[in-house]
């Protein structure tokens, strides 16, 4: 048997992981990363290499996780892994759009409250 997502995200262009795809928009004091697809084993290699390249431009970072129907456990320490990187030269990472799901997973792993997260991205690029 060949694996495959189980979530049905189809596969695009973008990012190179397994329907992954990574949309980059710089804004005036910030980075707007849009993934669209599963976070999971095979996507969050993608998604470290876009927010290193975003955290190298010394601006805060929003994550707009809306398009996302999935992530795991590799996910979220993806997003850990780039809160402490942002903890260190003291910028903010704040999470948007979280679905039903991705949330629950926040909160199963306690980690709503490590992260900011706000509903929309229109939230999410005003000052904290």
Do not use: W
């Not at 470290?48 to 805060?60: L, M, P, S, Y």
Request: aromatic letters at 4%; charged letters at 25%; a positive charge.
């Amino acid at each position: 048997m060949i694996p495959s997502s189980s979530h049905g995200t189809p596969g695009g262009q973008g990012a190179p992981a397994r329907g992954l795809r990574i949309a980059s928009e710089a804004r005036d004091a910030f980075i707007v990363l849009s993934p669209e697809g599963d976070i999971d084993l095979m996507g969050s290699p993608a998604l470290r290499t876009e927010i290193t390249k975003a955290q190298q431009t010394g601006k805060d970072l929003v994550i707009d996780l809306s398009k996302v129907p999935y992530m795991d456990s590799s996910g979220l320490a993806t997003l850990v892994g780039a809160m402490q990187a942002a903890r260190r030269t003291r910028k903010q990472i704040t999470l948007c759009g979280l679905t039903d799901r991705v949330r629950s997973i926040f909160s199963i792993a306690r980690l709503e409250n490590v992260f900011r997260i706000v509903p929309t991205l229109d939230d999410a690029t005003k000052p904290a």
